[in-house]
């Protein structure tokens, strides 16, 4: 097991090293599940595109090409093994959003019809409800929603009772972006299959956090964002077994992804996953994202873990004595905590958090449907990740015991 030290890992981090303050307080960061910071190694990664190999791949004969052939290839196969999938069944996307896109159109538009089914969950994020309403648009396929348990989990059992032989599609969360519950994905997998279905899994929230195999899970898409993952923004990944990313047809068209095209307009397209990967590609964006792969496969996933589900430990018991806190997902086990402070709405409340310099998100967090679950409006979101600290945790419940009107933040 490689020795876990928060303390130096955040000395990788220019935010951290560079001493950024907000609101005149040092910054405490607990969005990680919107984004997330980028170490120094993933920054030099990208500046050398910059810096010393700028130019296109697979578009020239001379070197400074085929260098860049040779970084799109080895990043694609860092990838790879980071989720344990094949080199070949790794497409490159602006991210999690571009890919479900990706399946929805490239697989759902060519195979659905009105006599099939989309299932999904009230938890889902918007990227992971609006496409497949598209769809039921486009081709009459119909929407419908496995129930959630009481809790908010995701079940087999509950899918049991809504799957059927018109089912085509199974798309859910591995852990959701506001409950942050860990779905059974391997059981909902075999499920799916069973019924002649795929499952389409939005790894937004558990690719950057826990240890994910997709041979082991069986699922037959994958979709994350690098920027989540100490990576770059505008770069993701989808994940599809080749042999169903072959049949699909590709999102977009253009330069790079085909083999030939004649002006009777027969065309043929290159084999997955280049088919799916049109025009310039971010090439410094896929450096970085490679880079950022490694970076977290030297840490180790169960490490990052285990340090997350420390820290939700840590935090719930020193809340536990505090009756003004509402916590809409005790018993998760990811580093997403939910909650509300009794009287005082969620926006005001991260105002508050923001006078202190604290960064927690607000609102509805993308899952507008989730709201009727809840019962809430709004709802304040902390997310931790591998560079949060106990002395972090410490400073946030300190503020969240002094104070949490609107008002307090310029009075107090």
């Not at 991210?95 to 299932?119: P, Q, V």
């Not at 059981?187 to 279905?197: P, Q, S, V, W």
């Not at 960064?359 to 809430?376: N, P, T, V, Y």
């Amino acid at each position: 097991m490689i020795m876990y030290d928060v303390y130096k890992l955040r000395q990788e981090f220019p935010m951290f090293t560079n001493k950024i303050k907000m609101q005149g307080h040092p910054l405490v960061f607990l969005d990680n599940a919107s984004t997330t910071f980028k170490p120094q190694c993933v920054i030099d990664k990208m500046n050398e595109y910059y810096l010393y190999k700028t130019s296109n791949s697979h578009r020239g004969d001379y070197d400074l090409c085929y260098g860049m052939d040779q970084e799109v290839s080895k990043a694609r196969r860092l990838v790879a093994k980071f989720i344990n999938a094949e080199e070949n069944e790794i497409v490159f996307t602006s991210g999690a959003s571009m890919s479900i896109n990706l399946i929805a159109y490239g697989y759902g538009l060519k195979f659905l019809t009105k006599n099939d089914e989309i299932l999904i969950t009230e938890a889902e994020h918007a990227s992971n409800v609006l496409p497949w309403y598209r769809i039921s648009e486009l081709t009459g396929c119909k929407i419908n929603f496995i129930p959630l348990d009481e809790q908010g989990h995701l079940t087999c059992e509950n899918l049991r009772k809504v799957i059927s032989i018109k089912t085509k599609i199974v798309a859910v969360a591995h852990v959701g972006n506001v409950l942050g519950y860990v779905a059974p994905i391997k059981e909902l997998a075999k499920i799916a299959h069973e019924y002649g279905a795929i499952i389409a899994v939005d790894g937004a929230q558990s690719v950057p956090h826990i240890k994910t195999d997709v041979k082991d899970l069986d699922i037959d898409f994958l979709s994350f964002s690098g920027h989540k993952m100490c990576g770059p923004t505008g770069i993701g990944v989808l994940y599809g077994k080749y042999h169903t990313l072959d049949i699909m047809d590709p999102f977009l068209t253009g330069g790079g992804m085909n083999s030939k095209f004649d002006m009777c307009g027969n065309i043929k397209y290159l084999n997955p996953p280049s088919k799916f990967e049109a025009g310039t590609e971010n090439l410094s964006g896929i450096m970085g994202l490679g880079k950022a792969c490694e970076f977290l496969m030297s840490i180790g996933m169960e490490n990052i873990q285990k340090h997350e589900e420390s820290l939700r430990k840590y935090f719930l018991d020193k809340i536990s004595d505090l009756d003004n806190i509402i916590v809409y997902n005790k018993d998760a086990s990811t580093g997403i905590i939910t909650f509300n402070i009794k009287g005082v709405f969620a926006q005001d409340e991260a105002t508050y958090l923001n006078s202190k310099g604290i960064a927690m998100r607000s609102g509805q967090h993308c899952a507008k449907i989730l709201i009727d679950f809840l019962h809430e409006v709004a709802t304040v979101r902390m997310s931790t990740y591998l560079y949060t600290t106990k002395e972090e945790i410490d400073y946030v419940v300190k503020i969240l015991k002094n104070g949490g009107d609107i008002l307090d933040a310029y009075f107090n």
